[in-house]
């Protein structure tokens, strides 16, 4: 109630202090839809400026294309993973899911492969399998009206549970197809500066537009955003939108990522294993929160969570170039996370 | 209401089949009851207690032992949840009171002596309330969600964990420390007595005291309990300490057995055990009333589950998988939707289901 | 103004023999509907009469039970609301339901974007936005976020939306509880446009005066039934109550004069109970003196954001002042929460019920013990038997019903709600009680009873603070009324028969010549 009492009269007035209050409020709002990301934009540039007055030498400067490259070569899985992530949190929702689908994925991949299936089936059934846990998911949250972190836990237990079921062995993939698809990249520079342009950028690049399309070029995409406005999609439902149908089709959306993602831990890894992707769905959280994305929803922008997710990835490459042992990384995302979060309460308390 | 005319003699027995139909804890309880049945029938000396060197062995009895963590756990994780919130880090702090217990004792002279023992689980326990401290600092005073606040000490905890073990697996030998995981008092295993004696404690503490009506009434409507004089922000702090203590106590009793500080793996996906107990428990995610009798049918569920899996001579890896089956029938068991469904068929839409809140 | 509309074949909406019912209540029985095209058409009837159940029926809400609705004579059945914006019939609901997070362009546009390709084309879609809004009056920038403006832009945002849709029925519920006057003269400028346009509008209102200026015919509901059609110019006021509360409405006389007469007893002087000396908070309140004396009755009259809501909150603890300081009794005292002012007598009953006010899913005992249980203290709980005794003792006091402390407070209507929260601060046994809005939203049945309650609790010595928009209702209980505008105390005046409804909004209208 306040709140509207307060922004009144700077909407109402006229005069020379209206238009002052004017100005703030248009810097006011600036700030708050961008300053998140702007302060993602900025914690990655500070990281690079760091990494390059640290470990630039003569022969090689530390910020390169080789670098953006290996980034994304390591975290196109992440990256796919946190997109899907975005849908769900900007609309209010958690998907827990994702780490274990992932396993589940990579696993049933190599499993079809040893049954002979063809390379296009083998994929199009392993992106079909994180679709039905999204599914389900949906399922769960809009029928049954299950809270998502409950719901999404389920298929989490779910999805593990099968891919033990699957094998509790490492499963090499050896099939020619994937192998060259994995081996298949473009070739950029020479020498020490080469850099690589493979498959699973493209992919995870690819996903990353058609999620900037949906969500900010389309009905669906402000749908999603609605829901996240925090009065359980009532809003939304009375301006004649589908909020159920959205909401099922964003946990569609995340487990076909997740699916898509299991692909690509795949073809990063030659293999499936049935422990993968313990803890992803929190790195895939974390970099959208990153990113910039208020986690109550209904805030945030899927570019952001690219930048978040290269924040993530530099984190590592900051911590192996150090030579610190690997769990200060988890320390570190966990300051990183702090800082973030710290600075969305900033943010959103100035816009009360 | 047709239920009092079909399923009882009177308006009586009516009544009470509704209230145990619609009981939270109907489902999971018949649950446990079939699955101790099921495991009785196939494995006959399940069901058998026997009394060895004054101990109480048997199956059951290490049904209960193991039931004795996700209590501990869940204890905590319930008072949070009914305050609105959830604390992701239980797991973590269960690696990080062991380690640093363990580490203190690698270091002493006698780690054997009682003084050092108690030192030790008082630094392990003072750790898990810096650590719920920490949580409840961020929720309570800066406001901070608990699904990201709590995340935080999830995602560094384990390496705060490793920090304090320099990435080693500590193992020390403390026969009076171990016990505390694998001794029994008066012939019941330590970890049962501990789990039980802390549940009657917190059950005191909630219900004998406003305490519950508090932490409900916070959870449903924060800012009309503020402005009813409930101390909202030091009541919220205050359950997170308590989760963040009993976590501790949890990581030792739960790691005492083994004497190893594996920060990687002690307490590794815990959180979600206890957040599963809670629901099984008959209490909703999304706070508010808190059923603290329903934990202990959750943790024994969840123990049940885990350990008939082994009778039945299925892989244990296929535990999740039966993980998932019983939260998605419990869950679905108890929404409103199916609810609705069994009772009489409604008029319109999702959204009426409070007629008198519709009328007004 | 009647006779514009008099063809019966007008009807853009005809709802016939709705009957909706939910689990044990028959929400609606058999209840008529008819809006002519370019009429303002009033919805009448006391909570829990129907009124909005019958909106959300119109809205695709609910579902009917059993009834028509047929739309430019087409008999039509709507699922959900997207089907009835697909007939024609837009919304504009109490609490504005837009998306706070979007944009105002894509709040106004959102479901008929311009497109380009698969695209949605932002910037045509903003233009146009921006050209409904413009038939509005209303110039702000279609890029904005729609929480930046006041709840008055965003209803008109609402209304820019129905335009978006082109509706033939547009349907006001409550539009105006949350506007101050200018705001209402714009909302009917539109109105009355639109009307001429040939639109169908239905208005729910609490407000009669604005009822009798906006609308062209009325339909009264009673619970849950219908009760008439009537042409407003030829139902009179009295004759519109007695038919929503289904007796004559000498019941409000009556409390009018027990009124008058403790105004006249009960103006003791002696020491203030709490005094308010340059209390203010910067962007909330400006700094304003205040005595408040037991016996008391002191009527708060400004309109919405006038700074009464917050002064109130300065005073009992809910927010902390800026400036200045409290005095009770005499003795500088700090109320740095709504604790410690609990804990020295002083409760307020806030403004917004539902968000500030129940704990929706505890029970009726636990809601009125929390506050008296939270002066306690956590570990001393209230024993049982003297719980009860409380609460029957207030549930039989104030008539609270259904006359059940296990029920769940939600399940309550608005005007047991608000009995149930008084209970909670008296069983407290306060000395001063603040009273935010105590009568908004509830049927007259329950208002005049907590008037009642009112006059008898400063009776014995209760100093009261009451605030209400009903001008008629604070000059009706208070002694004295301090009158607010701009987030500024203005006037302080002592109640008698020079004091009227005019004369306050003359003052609230003038530029403070009154001020202390």
């Known amino acids: 109630m306040s709140t509207d009492q307060l922004t009144r009269t700077a909407s109402r007035g006229t005069g020379p202090r209206a238009s002052v209050d004017r100005v703030r409020g248009y810097l006011g709002r600036v700030d708050r839809r961008f300053l998140p990301v702007l302060g993602t934009v900025l914690t990655l540039l500070l990281m690079l400026g760091v990494g390059q007055s640290r470990y630039s030498t003569d022969r090689a400067s530390f910020l390169s294309m080789k670098l953006l490259s290996n980034l994304l070569v390591d975290n196109s899985y992440l990256l796919v993973l946190a997109v899907g992530m975005t849908f769900v949190i900007l609309q209010g929702g958690i998907d827990l899911s994702v780490g274990a689908v992932v396993a589940l994925v990579g696993l049933a991949t190599a499993k079809l492969f040893t049954a002979g299936l063809p390379l296009p089936v083998v994929l199009a059934v392993g992106v079909l399998i994180g679709t039905s846990c999204g599914l389900l998911i949906g399922v769960m949250v809009q029928v049954f009206d299950i809270q998502p972190f409950i719901a999404s836990l389920a298929v989490m237990f779910l999805a593990r549970g099968l891919a033990n079921v699957v094998s509790t062995n490492s499963l090499a993939i050896d099939d020619p197809g994937f192998s060259a698809l994995a081996a298949w990249s473009l070739k950029f520079g020479e020498g020490r500066g080469l850099w690589r342009i493979n498959a699973s950028m493209l992919i995870a690049f690819a996903v990353l537009l058609v999620a900037v399309y949906l969500l900010h070029y389309t009905r669906f995409g402000r749908t999603v955003y609605g829901l996240g406005a925090g009065d359980r999609g009532a809003a939304v439902t009375l301006m004649g939108l589908q909020p159920a149908r959205t909401r099922v089709w964003v946990y569609v959306i995340s487990g076909t990522c997740a699916g898509i993602a299991g692909i690509l831990f795949a073809l990063y890894t030659k293999s499936g294993f049935n422990l993968t992707g313990i803890g992803m769905e929190l790195d895939a959280i974390a970099a959208v929160v990153i990113g910039g994305t208020l986690l109550s929803g209904g805030v945030g922008f899927v570019l952001g969570t690219g930048a978040g997710v290269l924040v993530y990835g530099l984190i590592q490459v900051l911590i ?20 973030f979060v710290m600075l969305q309460r900033v943010v959103s308390v100035r816009r009360r | 209401m047709t239920t009092s005319t079909t399923h009882g003699p009177g308006g009586r027995a009516g009544t009470i089949w509704r209230e145990v139909t619609q009981h939270g804890l109907l489902w999971p309880s018949v649950a446990l009851v079939a699955l101790l049945l099921a495991c009785g029938a196939k494995s006959p000396g399940f069901l058998d207690v026997t009394l060895r060197d004054d101990h109480l062995y048997g199956q059951l009895v290490d049904l209960l032992r193991n039931s004795a963590t996700p209590l501990l756990l869940a204890l905590g994780m319930c008072l949070v949840i009914a305050t609105g919130g959830i604390d992701l880090s239980v797991g973590a702090v269960m690696a990080m009171s062991l380690a640093v217990s363990l580490t203190y004792l690698d270091g002493a002279a006698d780690p054997s002596s009682p003084v050092t023992v108690a030192t030790a689980l008082a630094l392990g326990l003072g750790l898990g309330a810096v650590a719920g401290a920490f949580n409840g600092f961020m929720v309570a005073a800066l406001g901070i969600q608990p699904f990201i606040a709590t995340m935080i000490l ?94 501790g106590l949890a990581g030792i009793v739960y790691g005492a057995p083994t004497m190893a500080a594996d920060a990687n793996n002690i307490g590794l996906l815990r959180e979600l055990d206890a957040i599963m107990v809670v629901v099984l428990g008959g209490t909703r995610l999304d706070g508010g009333r808190f059923h603290l009798g329903g934990l202990v049918v959750g943790a024994l569920l969840l123990s049940a589950l885990e350990r008939a899996v082994i009778i039945f001579e299925l892989p244990s890896q296929t535990t999740p998988l039966f993980k998932a089956v019983v939260l998605i029938a419990v869950c679905v068991a108890a929404s409103p939707y199916l609810r609705g469904r069994l009772r009489t068929p409604r008029p319109g839409a999702r959204g009426a289901q409070r007629p008198v809140e519709v009328a007004a | 103004m009647s006779d514009r509309n008099a063809q019966a074949d007008d009807a853009a909406v005809r709802m016939t023999g709705i009957t909706i019912t939910f689990p044990g209540v028959k929400a609606l029985d058999g209840v008529d509907l008819v809006l002519r095209r370019g009429e303002v058409h009033a919805l009448m009837g006391e909570n829990g009469a129907g009124k909005s159940t019958l909106i959300k029926a119109l809205t695709g809400v609910y579902r009917v039970d059993s009834g028509g609705i047929a739309v430019d004579g087409r008999e039509l059945r709507f699922d959900d609301p997207s089907q009835a914006q697909a007939a024609g019939i837009s919304t504009v609901y109490q609490e504005v339901n837009l998306c706070t997070n979007l944009t105002v362009a894509e709040n106004v546009m959102l479901g008929h974007e311009v497109r380009r390709g698969p695209f949605v084309d932002w910037r045509a879609t903003r233009q146009e936005a921006r050209r409904y809004l413009q038939r509005l009056n209303l110039d702000i920038d279609p890029r904005s976020p729609l929480a930046s403006h006041s709840i008055a832009v965003q209803q008109l945002c609402a209304i820019a939306r129905a335009l ?276 908004r939203g509830i049927d007259i049945g329950a208002k005049t009873e907590i008037q009642r309650l009112v006059t008898e609790l400063a009776a014995d010595g209760l100093s009261v603070v009451f605030i209400s928009s009903e001008l008629e209702e604070v000059l009706r209980l208070s002694q004295r009324v301090v009158v607010m505008r701009d987030r500024q105390k203005i006037a302080e005046v002592t109640n008698g028969d020079d004091v009227t409804t005019e004369t306050v909004l003359e003052t609230i209208a003038s530029s403070g010549v009154h001020a202390s």
Do not use: C
């Not at chain 2, 026969?175 to 039980?196: E, N, R």
């Not at chain 2, 409507?221 to 919220?236: P, Q």
């Not at chain 3, 570990?379 to 207030?394: C, F, G, K, N, T």
């Open chain 2, 154 to 247: 999830m995602v560094a905890g384990r390496g705060v964990a490793m920090l304090i073990t320099e990435g080693q697996i500590t193992t020390v030998t403390s026969p009076p420390f171990k016990s505390l995981g694998s001794g029994f008092v008066l012939g019941v295993p330590t970890p049962v007595v501990i789990a039980v004696a802390v549940f009657v404690l917190v059950t005191l503490a909630v219900r004998r005291t406003a305490l519950g009506m508090f932490l409900e009434s916070i959870g449903i409507n924060r800012e009309a309990s503020r402005l009813a004089g409930v101390k909202a922000r030091s009541t919220t702090w205050t359950v997170y300490v308590i989760a963040g203590l009993l976590a």
């Open chain 1, 320 to 339: 192996a170039r150090e030579g610190l042992d690997s769990w200060w990384t988890r320390v570190f995302i966990g300051a990183v996370l702090l800082a």
């Open chain 3, 164 to 439: 978006v849709v082109d509706a033939k029925v547009l349907v006001l519920d409550e539009p105006t509880s949350s506007l101050d006057k200018a705001e209402v003269a714009e909302l009917f400028r539109v109105v009355r446009t639109l009307r001429d346009a040939g639109v169908a509008i239905l208005f729910v209102s609490h407000f009669l005066e604005q009822v009798y200026a906006l609308s062209d015919r009325m339909t009264v509901l009673r619970n849950g039934r219908f009760v008439g059609e009537f042409r407003t110019a030829e139902l009179s006021r009295r004759d519109l109550i007695s038919h929503m509360v289904g007796r004559s409405g000498e019941a409000l006389a009556g409390i009018e004069e027990q009124a008058r007469t403790a105004v006249t007893t009960h103006s003791s002087r002696e020491t203030p109970l709490l005094t308010a000396v340059g209390l203010g908070k910067d962007g909330s309140v400006e700094a304003f003196d205040l005595d408040l004396y037991p016996g008391e009755i002191v009527g708060f009259a400004g309109l919405l954001g006038s700074g009464r809501t917050e002064a109130a909150r300065l005073l009992t603890g809910a927010d902390r002042p800026d400036h200045g300081g409290l005095r009770l009794q005499g003795s500088p005292v700090r109320l740095p929460t709504p604790l410690a002012a609990l804990r020295r007598g002083i409760a307020l009953s806030t403004e917004d019920r539902k968000k500030e006010g129940v704990i929706g899913d505890l029970t009726v005992r636990e809601n009125i013990a929390l506050a008296l249980q939270a002066s306690r203290g956590t570990w001393r709980r209230i024993p049982r038997r003297e719980l009860d005794e409380i609460v029957q003792r207030y549930m039989v006091a104030l008539n609270i019903n259904p006359p059940n402390p296990n029920a769940l407070i939600r399940n309550l209507s608005g005007g047991n709600q608000q009995k149930v929260l008084l209970a909670r601060w008296l069983a407290t046994a306060p000395r001063l009680l603040v009273l935010d809005e105590p009568t």
